[in-house]
């Protein structure tokens, strides 16, 4: 099966509205928890500062350590993905949504519904992980 474009897509302009419309909704969650993450960042670089430089022998060092580094890493993975809902948004302005950037075929409704930030049909995103 050859990619079409999403004008000719399988998904109607009321699936791709629908689509867009939780992309929304994604993209203001997601911001909203970039702040928080953000916030929680400060919070701990404010303990760390009022607490001993020395964290192998404070009982607190370790825990700040480590809550930064998760957070650090949860507030990447974050932006990471709302990076996702942005191309998304812009792929479905553009017209090229639901079509994988691999292969050129169409990507299934389903895996669209299930992630609408796909940018691979399945059999080429399972080919990637391999």
Do not use: K, W
């Not at 867009?20 to 970039?34: G, K």
């Not at 950037?101 to 669209?112: E, K, Q, S, W």
Request: hydrophobic share 35%; glycine share 8%.
């Amino acid at each position: 099966m050859t990619g079409t474009t999403a004008l000719n897509s399988p998904l109607s302009s009321g699936h791709r509205a629908e689509l867009r419309e939780r992309l929304l909704d994604d993209r203001a969650s997601t911001r909203a928890l970039i702040e928080q993450l953000a916030g929680d960042l400060d919070t701990f670089q404010g303990s760390r500062r009022d607490s001993p430089a020395d964290d192998e022998h404070d009982p607190e060092g370790p825990t700040l350590a480590f809550e930064h580094s998760q957070s650090s890493a949860i507030l990447g993975q974050t932006r990471v993905h709302l990076a996702q809902i942005d191309d998304a948004i812009v792929r479905i302005d553009g017209g090229s949504f639901g079509v994988c950037v691999t292969c050129g075929n169409d990507i299934p409704a389903a895996r669209l519904d299930a992630r609408p930030y796909s940018t691979q049909c399945v059999a080429c995103a399972s080919r990637v992980r391999r």
